[in-house]
């Protein structure tokens, strides 16, 4: 069974940076696309950012320009570089990929908190 785990949050105040990582068991991260997913307490799920296996990434819209997804697959590892930090960032951030209807895939999250 493949498994994802993340690392890489914490506390930081408004205007700093991130890295966060996200392992994978398997050579999921090189076939497969992979995403990054948000949760704030009492708000729905976002999806934050995509990256294909073929290097194409999307962002949405509020993190355009701030956040960058990227992979390393000798790695089997996805990244996601958050700069100019927002308070409005706080949430647990998630890995994921679905690489069929019958199969997703999700890290434990780790928690980012910004303060201002």
């Known amino acids: 069974q493949v498994q994802l785990v993340e690392s890489g949050g914490g506390l930081v105040q408004a205007g700093g940076s991130l890295r966060l990582s996200c392992q994978a068991s398997?050579?999921?991260?090189?076939?497969?696309?992979m995403n990054w997913h948000r949760q704030a307490p009492g708000k729905q799920r976002e999806l934050v950012a995509t990256i294909t296996s073929g290097g194409s990434t999307n962002y949405a819209d509020s993190v355009k320009g701030r956040f960058t997804i990227s992979r390393d697959n000798a790695k089997n590892t996805v990244y996601l570089q958050m700069n100019s930090l927002k308070p409005e960032d706080t949430a647990v951030y998630y890995c994921?990929?679905?690489?069929?209807?019958?199969?997703?895939?999700w890290g434990q999250g780790t928690q980012v908190t910004v303060s201002s």
């Open positions: 398997s050579w999921i991260v090189r076939f497969n696309a």
């Open positions: 994921n990929s679905r690489p069929s209807s019958i199969s997703d895939y």
